[in-house]
């Protein structure tokens, strides 16, 4: 039988690090974007909401890797 | 080993959902900014910041954003007009829908649209609410229609079957209240004979004026001159048009004479406009032209000769530099209307007008005086130092020997207005807002392409004619605007096959 998929610390960390590298990566895309056509983002996302979810991710990133340590 | 490849392939799946997400996001996006579907839609419910439709402005006439305790629901309160708002979009679209969900306690007549060209400024309003039609829509018969436009007619008034009949056929007696009708009224004057002689317009007039006149078995006579005074920058250009009914059938044209310099008035020039073998009835006259061109001479053959609309004379100090051969004098003008509106447009134009003997104080520049002038007959408009603008709902005339009616019984409705006032209703392309309680929805199709202007910043306009003297306010709770254009796909194979 296969076992389900289970997450340990080890990997929720690397998952975290991982989004949190994608969604930088966007966020500056996005206020690249913005800032070259106004309205490409803003018209259906809110870029200040966005960014706060990379502050949270790049916090809670900071914390694991230190709690890990 | 199982256990490490479940791992690792349930890793690759999470991460790669993480990567793909937002690349599904952005492509969605780069869809919803090229408008690939043809559709945008953006609403503002004034809950939040504006980002890209604006508050309603100017601050004036409106409230700052409100909050409803009981419903929580957002609003602006408008108490002046006409107001604006402001969209911003990524693309030029062709249409939109513009969707407003408001609260009217007890305003007449709301209008709303779309500003089609920011120099002039120039407003095409379309119906939004009309309470007097409402009420006639419960209380009189069924409502009669041709394509757009409906006849409603009172219980107690002779019937007619068609929209057509009517209008051949509109007793004299009757009085019709119209509304966004503009098709014009073609009313034969049984008792109408030509005369020879000219008639002259004894004054100077400013920008754009229209002009009604009646002929039968005679020529169609009437010369403009008009001097550029070239106050502003710019060329101004002369165009006259003449209009049977609502067809233009005659155009002439004068471009700007070469002299642009501010401040540097040009030599008078003369227009002609003579028309021969035309059927008897209503001719129209619409002079098109900047506020910077006086109309300093108009003579015409016709003995019946009515400015509609709007009037301003400047044989007033102000002017007498300006233009050569004015002189500071009175204006006196009759008028069928019920009402008239006085502007003076600069502080040196504030005076006491009188309206049949009545004094009405003009105390501020650029802020319109409404008077009733409560008469069955015409009323008499005696501006002393002129420059004054005088707007009606009806004609004036410059003499009363030249007045005649082109419209009839046909008059617009006002907000001084009740449904027992009229006997039928006329009016265009309107069906009442939906109610749901206090809040009423209404939605109205405009056209964006062809207009004069920037079709990514529009500014779209609400009206509700004199809501500050009635001192009623209407409360916006929520604007959409559906905006369309043809889909991307359509607009490529319709390249291809043009390329072809």
Redesign the interface.
Known sequence: MKKPFTIDAPRFQELITFTFRVLLFWYIIAALLEAVLPGFVTLSIDLDLFLWAVILLGVLQFVTNTYSR | M??TM??L???R???GI??VF?VA??L???L??MAWSGD?A?EYDFSKEP??VSEWYPSDRVTDRLTNERNHRSFQEIHGEPVYVDV???RAFEWVDMTVTYRNPEHPIVNAGIVANKNPWTVEYHPLQNTIIDEALIEWDEPVTEGLTTLLQASDAEQFESVDTFLEQVPDSATVGTYFYNRRYERIQSDYKKQSGELEVPYTLLGTHEFATYIKDEPLHAEFGFVDMNQTAGTDPIKVEVFDGDVLIHEELLDDDGVTGVGESSAERKLLVHLEGLPEGVYRYNVVVSDDIAITALTTQQHKFVAGGAVHTIDSKRYQGAVSGVAPKATRLLTNSPFVDLVAPEPGSLQTVRVNGERVELRSAGKRVHQVTNTSGLSVVRIPESDVQVLTQGFFAFTEESFFDPDGPLRPMTIEDELADFDYLLYHDYTPPRADGNRLTQTVPLTLAGLPIDRKNVTFALEAPYIDDAQHVLGVENVLFQFQRQQFVDRLMQRIKGEL
């Open positions: 199982m256990h479940t791992k392939d349930g890793m799946v999470a991460k993480i990567f937002p996001v952005f969605s996006l780069l919803q900014y945008l953006l980002t890209f911003e979009v990524p």
